[in-house]
């Protein structure tokens, strides 16, 4: 300490040191909205076609949990068996902390299984890849006149999305309400019923024509070549030029000649999305958690604006949703809350022990926060909306050291002590009641750190960034605080005035010397007092509501519609459009957008999907009561 109060360049290295630090750590941080939770939940999606939900419940689901019930890991597991179609939910316990390897155990599983379910099934298909939120959400919708060309949307959104994943950082991307192609043959009953060709029939001799496995091999001394025969159906003419029978003169009949082809829109549809009514393509993309979500959003938007060039004039791009927006305003808040609190620490300190000692404390705040962003970069923790919580909530803790240390130093100075004598003083004197102070409070956090599961992995950076920096408020206090006050603050040669010493009150300071000598003549009667303020919280917390989290701020929230099972696509979307022109007389509502027969788009961390695979499950629609400008 002598060092560092003697040496101002030592004391000068050390501050910029942890401004460095600091300021570098929050460079470098990664930022997102939420902490990722792991992913413990995963789906099974199989398809048997044409089959009840008795039979798939029978044949499909039944079978795949009795398999899937062969991993410990398991907590719950359910299924939901519906016409054609079997989803079994799979939930892991909250103890396993690397699901990589029970995840690819459950596809072992699935795989043994694969060989015990009926003919006509599909494969089962584990996805455990949908339990965090999308970054952004980009929608190309049609603005032409006319009927919209869906198969126009379909290309252009594939091309957007693998632009998406070359772009560095992706961590995931998915198509939502894409219409798929198809080549459909339409046979004229008449004619190929008199030349005794059935549908089956034509549909395999079509299959047969479709040359695309290899014919042999050709070895010679020097090569080795693979021979294909050419005549792949890569054409509508080709198709057609198909040949199905002949008759007794030798004249061919193709497939072009009973039957209409022609490309089109698979049908029934299996999904659908609207953006204000309109159909749409939404790509939804998700970024790496271990990235600034401010850069990546940069280089999102620019290889928007290179795949927005490329579109017609009847095709927008437009951003639905971006999280760096809200990641940006929580990160806002903090510096505000940061600046409000120096200023109000410096005012209160300036009343109360002068305007050297409010200076010197008020840079605890700042320094406290930097040291705070140096441990979270090398602990690993991100900076999103828990652990900005945590500083907000240690903004007032971070001073309580500073406060006792700086007050301490400036009464032994005013007493006539030398500095290294009333700095080393104080710090012996008072090393010990701070770092006790400083222990059970962070005792009080580790339950939070120490949480399993899901919930302690959300919350869990309120505690850590609190425990940071009331470790950073011990260390500075002790350190670069007090060598700051024993070199700046001096005693008063003459008159004592506020501004240097503070004001004191008289009257105040007798009455709380009078309630000291209170409490300690009657000692009992002082404990039960202080006994009935927690026993009154005890009671007063049984009548408040339980509430984990307090409602959330967003400006977007979501709507499950569910309809029959039977409900057809078409019907749904006109449901849709019905509740759509409600929606749109309330007040506020900018914005409605859909996305019937698959989950909607993840858009905050706790929206799971659960109906990918189902035509009539979660029809979502968002709303953003503020105008919020274009974005693309």
């Given at each position: 300490?002598?060092r560092?109060?003697?040496?101002?360049?030592?004391?000068?290295?050390c501050i910029?040191?942890?401004?460095?630090a600091g300021?570098?750590?929050?460079?470098?941080?990664p930022?997102?909205e939420?902490?990722?939770?792991?992913?413990r939940?995963a789906m099974?999606?199989?398809?048997?076609?044409?089959?009840?939900?008795?039979?798939?419940?029978?044949?499909?689901s039944?079978k795949?949990?009795?398999?899937?019930?062969e991993?410990?890991?398991?907590?719950?597991?359910s299924s939901?068996s519906?016409?054609?179609?079997?989803?079994?939910?799979?939930?892991?316990?909250?103890?396993?902390?690397?699901?990589?390897p029970?995840?690819s155990r459950?596809r072992?599983l699935?795989?043994?299984?694969?060989?015990?379910?009926?003919a006509?099934?599909?494969?089962p298909?584990?996805d455990d890849n949908r339990?965090?939120?999308?970054?952004?959400?980009?929608a190309?919708?049609w603005?032409g006149?006319?009927d919209?060309d869906?198969a126009?949307l379909?290309?252009y959104g594939e091309?957007?999305?693998?632009?998406?994943r070359g772009?560095?950082?992706?961590?995931?991307?998915e198509?939502?309400?894409?219409q798929?192609e198809?080549?459909?043959?339409e046979?004229?009953?008449?004619?190929?019923s008199?030349?005794q060709l059935?549908?089956?029939a034509?549909a395999?001799r079509i299959?047969?024509?479709?040359?695309?496995v290899?014919?042999?091999?050709?070895h010679?001394?020097?090569?080795?070549?693979?021979?294909?025969?050419?005549?792949?159906?890569?054409?509508?003419?080709?198709?057609?030029?198909v040949?199905?029978?002949?008759d007794?003169?030798?004249?061919l009949?193709r497939?072009?000649?009973?039957?209409?082809?022609q490309?089109?829109?698979?049908?029934?549809a299996d999904e659908?999305?609207?953006?204000?009514?309109?159909p749409a393509v939404?790509?939804?993309v998700?970024?790496?958690p271990?990235?600034?979500?401010?850069?990546?959003?940069q280089?999102?938007?620019a290889?928007l604006?290179?795949?927005?060039a490329?579109?017609?004039?009847?095709?927008e791009?437009e951003?639905l949703?971006?999280?760096n927006?809200?990641t940006?305003?929580r990160?806002?808040e903090?510096?505000?809350?940061?600046?409000?609190?120096?200023?109000?620490?410096?005012l209160?300190?300036?009343?109360t022990l002068?305007w050297r000692?409010?200076?010197?404390?008020?840079?605890?705040?700042?320094l406290t926060v930097?040291?705070?962003?140096?441990l979270?970069?090398?602990?690993g923790?991100?900076?999103?909306?828990?652990?900005v919580?945590?500083l907000?909530?240690?903004?007032?803790?971070?001073v309580?050291?500073a406060i006792v240390?700086v007050?301490?130093i400036?009464q032994?100075?005013q007493r006539g002590?030398?500095a290294?004598?009333?700095?080393s003083?104080?710090?012996?004197h008072?090393?010990l009641?701070l770092l006790g102070?400083?222990l059970?409070?962070?005792?009080a956090?580790?339950?939070?750190?120490l949480?399993p599961?899901p919930a302690?992995?959300f919350v869990?950076?309120?505690?850590l960034?609190?425990i940071f920096s009331?470790?950073?408020s011990?260390?500075i206090?002790h350190?670069?605080l007090?060598a700051?006050?024993?070199?700046?603050i001096?005693?008063?040669?003459?008159?004592?005035?506020?501004?240097?010493t503070g004001?004191?009150?008289l009257n105040?300071a007798?009455?709380?010397?009078?309630?000291?000598?209170?409490a300690l003549?009657?000692?009992?009667?002082?404990?039960?007092?202080?006994?009935?303020l927690p026993?009154a919280?005890f009671?007063?917390?049984?009548?408040?509501?339980?509430?984990?989290f307090?409602p959330?701020?967003r400006d977007m929230?979501?709507i499950?519609?569910?309809?029959?099972?039977q409900t057809?696509?078409?019907?749904?979307?006109?449901?849709?459009?019905?509740?759509?022109t409600?929606?749109q007389?309330?007040d506020?509502i900018?914005?409605v957008q859909w996305f019937?027969?698959?989950?909607a788009?993840?858009?905050?961390?706790n929206?799971?999907?659960g109906?990918?695979?189902?035509?009539?499950?979660?029809?979502?629609?968002?709303?953003?009561?503020?105008?919020?400008p274009?974005t693309a």
């Amino acid at each position: 300490m002598s060092r560092w109060l003697q040496n101002g360049r030592l004391l000068t290295l050390c501050i910029a040191i942890l401004l460095v630090a600091g300021l570098g750590a929050l460079a470098t941080l990664p930022r997102t909205e939420d902490p990722r939770i792991l992913n413990r939940v995963a789906m099974v999606i199989t398809a048997l076609p044409g089959a009840s939900a008795e039979r798939v419940e029978a044949l499909l689901s039944e079978k795949i949990e009795n398999r899937l019930r062969e991993l410990p890991e398991i907590e719950h597991l359910s299924s939901t068996s519906r016409p054609g179609i079997s989803i079994v939910r799979l939930e892991l316990k909250d103890q396993v902390t690397d699901t990589i390897p029970v995840w690819s155990r459950a596809r072992d599983l699935l795989g043994d299984v694969e060989a015990e379910l009926p003919a006509g099934a599909g494969k089962p298909e584990l996805d455990d890849n949908r339990g965090y939120a999308f970054t952004s959400l980009i929608a190309l919708t049609w603005r032409g006149e006319g009927d919209p060309d869906l198969a126009v949307l379909g290309r252009y959104g594939e091309l957007l999305r693998d632009r998406m994943r070359g772009l560095p950082g992706t961590d995931f991307v998915e198509l939502f309400g894409e219409q798929y192609e198809e080549i459909l043959v339409e046979i004229d009953p008449q004619l190929s019923s008199s030349l005794q060709l059935t549908p089956a029939a034509i549909a395999g001799r079509i299959a047969q024509a479709d040359a695309k496995v290899p014919a042999g091999e050709l070895h010679n001394d020097l090569n080795q070549l693979q021979v294909e025969l050419t005549g792949a159906l890569d054409s509508l003419d080709r198709i057609r030029a198909v040949p199905l029978a002949s008759d007794a003169r030798g004249y061919l009949m193709r497939v072009g000649d009973l039957a209409g082809v022609q490309r089109s829109l698979k049908t029934p549809a299996d999904e659908l999305a609207l953006v204000d009514g309109r159909p749409a393509v939404v790509v939804a993309v998700r970024m790496l958690p271990d990235l600034r979500i401010d850069r990546w959003s940069q280089g999102l938007r620019a290889g928007l604006a290179e795949v927005a060039a490329q579109l017609p004039a009847e095709v927008e791009a437009e951003i639905l949703f971006d999280q760096n927006r809200y990641t940006e305003r929580r990160l806002g808040e903090l510096v505000e809350n940061i600046l409000i609190g120096f200023c109000l620490i410096a005012l209160v300190l300036l009343v109360t022990l002068g305007w050297r000692s409010a200076l010197i404390v008020s840079l605890a705040l700042p320094l406290t926060v930097l040291f705070t962003l140096a441990l979270m970069k090398v602990y690993g923790l991100p900076i999103h909306q828990m652990s900005v919580t945590g500083l907000v909530v240690a903004l007032g803790i971070m001073v309580d050291n500073a406060i006792v240390m700086v007050d301490s130093i400036q009464q032994r100075r005013q007493r006539g002590e030398a500095a290294l004598a009333a700095v080393s003083g104080s710090i012996r004197h008072l090393w010990l009641p701070l770092l006790g102070s400083t222990l059970t409070t962070i005792l009080a956090f580790m339950p939070i750190v120490l949480m399993p599961g899901p919930a302690g992995e959300f919350v869990g950076g309120i505690a850590l960034s609190v425990i940071f920096s009331l470790i950073g408020s011990w260390l500075i206090a002790h350190s670069l605080l007090a060598a700051l006050a024993g070199r700046f603050i001096r005693p008063d040669p003459g008159r004592e005035r506020w501004y240097r010493t503070g004001i004191r009150p008289l009257n105040l300071a007798t009455r709380f010397r009078r309630s000291l000598e209170g409490a300690l003549r009657w000692p009992w009667l002082t404990l039960a007092m202080l006994c009935l303020l927690p026993l009154a919280g005890f009671f007063g917390a049984g009548q408040l509501r339980e509430q984990f989290f307090p409602p959330s701020d967003r400006d977007m929230f979501q709507i499950e519609l569910y309809l029959p099972a039977q409900t057809s696509l078409v019907e749904t979307r006109a449901t849709a459009e019905r509740v759509s022109t409600l929606l749109q007389r309330a007040d506020g509502i900018q914005r409605v957008q859909w996305f019937i027969g698959n989950s909607a788009p993840s858009f905050y961390y706790n929206l799971l999907g659960g109906g990918r695979g189902r035509r009539t499950m979660p029809r979502r629609w968002s709303a953003q009561p503020t105008p919020v400008p274009p974005t693309a």
